[in-house]
């Protein structure tokens, strides 16, 4: 255990640093929080959710993101799944900017876009992560992207262009049903979704008082 969190008014369950290309995965109750802190700033957090009473419900970005009205997540938006169920609200946010177009890198992916092989991917940290739930390859699908800034312009253009998240920026999510989460933090080097040099974070589960 590190020091105790800043500003958390509750029951610690679970807080530690997870470093660069790292994984987590684990259960949540209704109620319960998760604060994801963005240590360095500028580092991308991938973020697949799933009820736990039946894991094949699952998150929906596409829902999500109609029923935000918006194309960026943030504050009093819900991460809701394909059975119009809100699994989490955003209940604080600190950057105010995140994604959940982009997707997840993979090797395939990098291999595509950059021409290289191998490279360490969240694809295959979601897989690591997710195998600890009982759940695989089946159950990747489109995921949020923490403190990742995925602009669309007018005519249309995307790109993943350089976080806004500061060091210590942080962003809460509070489970609205029994849950399944796993996130991997981005370990991408060939574009600017971790700033080009991937950096750890902090996870902080609690109950709130
Ligand atoms: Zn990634």
Known sequence: MSQPAAGIAGRVVEDRTIPANGDWSGRMRA?????LVDLEGQQAIDFLCYSAADPSERYNAADSLKLAGSLFLTTGHGLYSDMGRRLFTIVADTC?????????????????????????????????????LGLGKKDIVANVNFFMNVPAGPDGALAIAPGLSRPGDYVELRAETDVLAALSNCPQIYNPASGYRPTPIRLVLYDPA
């Open 31 to 35: 109620g319960q929080v998760l604060r």
């Open 96 to 132: 105010g900017r995140h994604d959940t177009i982009g997707g997840c890198c993979s090797a395939e992916s990098n291999r595509l876009r950059y021409g290289v092989e191998g490279t360490p991917n969240c694809r295959d940290n979601f897989l690591r992560a997710l195998a600890r």
